[in-house]
Every structure is written in structure tokens, then in C-alpha cells.
């Protein structure tokens, strides 16, 4: 929730900027947060109390510029308020903090380990993720964690976020045909929930698996009754009417 002083009277989303109008300058600030949100959308497809923004600016003051993440994610508020969307978070209108804040290193560093950990430790974000995937030494994927006012560094690859129900991690996989380390939710056992193209492959691969079984169990029945025939045509060869077997 909010907890600092904003001016009375406050522009709605529709009324601010939707972006800062800087373009990413890696394709993987859009398709790592977007992967994560993909996965979402079918991992929570029944709840409607959450929203994951994707290079959308949350607006915190008036007259201040939006912080801009590659990816962030709420709980407790309206996933869609209406059919337009929201052109950006504006957090007078929702009154809810973003629990987790992404942001994906590219060449052009944007302070991501300095400027923003402490724009985003004064807005209240419990999580904020860092990844690197030129990192060489030090992690790739640093999660850390609010704790009295201060960001805490979590160690394990994935790191288990109790408050939001999943864990998030690193792993090569292939998304959107390039085959590389991407970043996934996980659940506390540390099982990586699938991505939308590998969820329709295993419900293929269930419905094919289904075919089989009934296709198995008619040849199974088919074999029975051509058993049941031989039996009878041999009970029939002795004299004996199967018909009227009592």
C-alpha cells in the first residue's frame, strides 16, 4: 500500500504518458518478461486478482517520470479493468506496490545495480530481479529481497518466493525458436512450470497417449470376441450347441 504524501488532486492513467519513449535496445527485455507472463497467463488462467506489466512505466508521483521496468508484477488488483487495458500502473489509481520488479542488463547499462536497487527499495518492491547473460563471475541471475528497508541478496538458482507462491530461475530451454538460458517460474519443489508451446505439446502428447489406450482396449475387445468365436465354432465341431450351454 501507499505510504507517502502525494498532491490532492492526481492525473489518471489515461490523462499520463503510456511510456518514456525510449526504445529497448535488447530483444530480450521484451521476451524474457514476456515469457514469464506467458507462463502466467496459463498458470493463473482462473484468477483475476494479478497483473505482470511488460516495459510499462509505474507511475509513483505526478509530476516525477514513471520507472520504467522490463517486467513487474502485482497482486491484489484487477488484471484488466476494462477492454482498453492499462496504458501504464499508475499506483494512486491501484494503491498497490508491485511486489517483484525485473530488469534485463543489455550492452547499454541503465544502472540497473545502483540507481534503480534504491529507486525501487524506496518504492516498496519486495523482490527486484537482475539479469545478466554476460555476467562471467558473479551470477547471471541475482534475485533480492526487501528486508528492513534494504535489499538482501538470495542465493539458489531457483530462489522461492513464499509471498508470491513460486519460484523464479534460470535454465536453457527454447522460446520463440531461439534456444538459450531463459528465465521461468518454478513451483517450492523446484519443478519448472512449462512454457506455452511445451503446455500444448504435453496435452498432445496426453490425447495421443488417451488414442492409444482406447485403440489398445478395442484391439484387446476385438481379440476377445474372435476368441469367444473360435470357441464356440470349436464347441459346435463337438456336437455342442454353445447357445444352450446352461
Known sequence: ????????????????????????????????????????????????????????????????????????????????????????????????????????????????????????????????????????RKPRLEVHKLVNGQYQLQLGNPVWLPEIGLGIGCERGNYSGVTREWLYWYNEEGKRYPTPKEQIQQEAQRAQQETQRAQQAEQRAQQAEQRAQQLAEQLRALGIDPDNLG
Open 1 to 136: 500500500m501507499l505510504e507517502y504524501n502525494l498532491p490532492r488532486y492526481l492525473p489518471s492513467a489515461e490523462e499520463l504518458p503510456d511510456s518514456d519513449d525510449a526504445p529497448v535496445d535488447n530483444e530480450l527485455q521484451e521476451l524474457i518478461p514476456g515469457l514469464l507472463k506467458a507462463i502466467l497467463l496459463i498458470l493463473w488462467a482462473e484468477r483475476m486478482d494479478w497483473f505482470f506489466g511488460v516495459d510499462m512505466g509505474i507511475y509513483y508521483h505526478p509530476d516525477e517520470p514513471p520507472i520504467v521496468p522490463d517486467g513487474f508484477l502485482s497482486l491484489g488488483v484487477e488484471r484488466f479493468y476494462d477492454e482498453e487495458l492499462r496504458p501504464s500502473y499508475v499506483l494512486w489509481d491501484e494503491n498497490v506496490v508491485p511486489i517483484l520488479a525485473l530488469e534485463v542488463v543489455s550492452q547499454n547499462y541503465r544502472k540497473e545495480y545502483t540507481t534503480k536497487l534504491d529507486q525501487y527499495a524506496e518504492l516498496g518492491v519486495l523482490y527486484y530481479v537482475i539479469y545478466s547473460s554476460r555476467r562471467r
